[in-house]
């Protein structure tokens, strides 16, 4: 595998239910080598996560610390089959890099054809740049429609190593992202490979990934992770250095 030089799904002690300071996850990365990192505490309908004000403040983080680039965003909630997001627009201008993702706790699905409906509308939102595990079997979805739709859009489709972990007890991972691999390099879409970080150990920590990457022998021109350059080139991310 190549070097990893970004991770960009990360949580501190800021979303309330992991246990590292940004300081502490800033560090880690940059002695893992990481060019990029983001910070992207979960949005406000996840139970404990910070306060609305938080997304207002994050101008004073400084954007390079330990000689990475810190991108601060959010980790929005998908609410229902509408595409419904927990933050207003507001709030996204004011986020370096969006991503948005469904939560049991905070989701209200229908059929497989209403959820994807609902998950092509968060796609096509210009100010979503990834759609967080989508494959982790929260909602049953149709893929290709949403591969075909990333691609258009130019927003990635995170594979999350988090999501297969034994204790998050989710059955279908496994399977659906072989599935969105499968897709993404049937049809040329590149992707991103998701930490999903809740302490500074797992910080560019794809080990449970790397058995799947293998069996669909999915190309590294197509994870984003690899190549910071075509990362903010593709999603149309400014590099504030501030």
Same mark, same amino acid.
């Given at each position: 595998m190549r070097k990893v030089l970004l991770d960009v799904h990360t949580h501190t002690v800021a979303s309330g239910h992991a246990y590292s300071s940004?300081?502490?996850?800033?560090?880690?990365?940059?002695?893992?080598?990481?060019?990029?990192?983001?910070?992207?505490?979960?949005?406000?309908?996840?139970?404990?996560?910070?306060?609305?004000?938080?997304?207002?403040?994050m101008f004073v983080v400084p954007r390079q610390l330990y000689g990475v680039k810190i991108l601060m965003g959010c980790e929005v909630n998908i609410l229902d089959t509408k595409g419904t997001l927990d933050l207003d627009e507001e709030y996204l201008d004011r986020l370096d890099i969006g991503i948005a993702g469904i939560h049991e706790k905070c989701w209200?699905?229908?059929?497989?054809?209403?959820?994807?409906?609902?998950?092509?509308?968060?796609?096509? &939102?210009?100010?979503? &740049?990834?759609?967080? &595990?989508?494959?982790?079997?929260?909602?049953?979805?149709?893929?290709?429609?949403?591969?075909?739709?990333?691609?258009e859009? &130019?927003?990635?489709?995170?594979?999350?190593?988090?999501?297969?972990?034994?204790?998050?007890?989710?059955?279908?991972?496994?399977?659906?992202?072989?599935?969105?691999?499968?897709?993404?390099?049937?049809?040329?879409?590149?992707?991103?490979?998701?930490?999903?970080?809740?302490?500074?150990?797992?910080i560019a920590d794809y080990t449970r990934l790397l058995p799947l990457l293998a069996e669909t022998e999915f190309p590294d021109e197509l994870i984003m992770n690899f190549w910071p350059e075509q990362f903010f080139e593709y999603l149309s991310i400014v590099r504030n250095e501030e």
């Open positions: 940004l300081q502490e996850m800033a560090q880690a990365a940059a002695d893992k080598g990481l060019q990029v990192l983001g910070i992207t505490e979960h949005g406000p309908s996840i139970i404990g996560t910070c306060p609305l004000v938080y997304f207002r403040n209200k699905g229908g059929t497989k054809e209403e959820n994807t409906q609902g998950m092509l509308n968060v796609i096509r &939102h210009p100010k979503i &740049h990834i759609i967080s &595990h989508p494959g982790d079997g929260t909602a049953e979805l149709d893929f290709e429609p949403l591969v075909l739709a990333a691609k859009s &130019h927003t990635l489709l995170e594979i999350n190593n988090h999501s297969l972990a034994p204790q998050r007890k989710k059955p279908m991972a496994h399977d659906n992202n072989l599935e969105l691999l499968r897709l993404c390099k049937k049809h040329q879409v590149p992707t991103i490979l998701g930490s999903d970080a809740h302490i500074s150990f797992q």
